[in-house]
């Protein structure tokens, strides 16, 4: 199974990057995850060139198109989505392989639900569906645990495996119900 991950954040030393990056690491056998890490590379979106998008357009929605699933996690500003989160999602929004693509929401800190809630609501009007067992927040900020961190702490490598264990049972041909009856936040 290939899972796309994707950050909000550009921070080089963002924990919603280093928890997609312990999900490389402690990826169960037969799933493979893939950061994309070049969020901030993608132009701002322009309507006038999205039939004929960049490079680094191109490249985002080949991945995407490639993988069976997506994971991302996304700080909150603002109380709102991060803008490098929200543009590489108009960026997919026409792109019609996003649309029924199993999505897992991390978040990483508790105090984020007002991001969480409003990255879920575009999600949903994308057509992705969300799927909650693989969706959770891990209280990684109070817990100041970095990548190495998360990935030899049992409690958040246990909690990074299992959602991408319930992001592969949710793909799977038998395990995905289809459209608006796929339990919802």
Do not use: C, Q
């Amino acid at each position: 199974m290939k899972v796309l991950a994707l950050s909000g954040s550009l921070r080089v030393a963002s924990i919603n990057t280093m928890l997609l990056r312990a999900a490389v690491r402690l990826a169960p056998t037969g799933i493979a995850v893939d950061l994309f890490d070049r969020l901030g590379g993608l132009p701002l979106f322009n309507p006038d060139i999205e039939a004929d998008p960049p490079p680094s357009v191109m490249d985002l929605r080949r991945r995407v198109s490639e993988a069976d699933a997506l994971v991302i996690a996304s700080p909150e500003y603002a109380h709102g989505i991060t803008g490098p989160m929200k543009n590489a999602l108009d960026w997919l929004v026409g792109h019609g392989p996003f649309a029924g693509k199993p999505v897992a929401v991390l978040n990483a800190s508790p105090r984020a639900h007002h991001a969480d809630d409003a990255l879920r609501e575009v999600l949903r009007t994308m057509a992705a569906v969300i799927v909650e067992p693989a969706s959770i927040t891990i209280p990684l900020l109070a817990a100041k645990l970095d990548e190495d961190g998360m990935v030899n702490t049992p409690w958040s490598a246990a909690a990074i495996r299992e959602s991408l264990e319930a992001l592969r049972a949710a793909s799977t041909p038998d395990g995905l119900p289809s459209g608006p009856a796929f339990p919802m936040r």
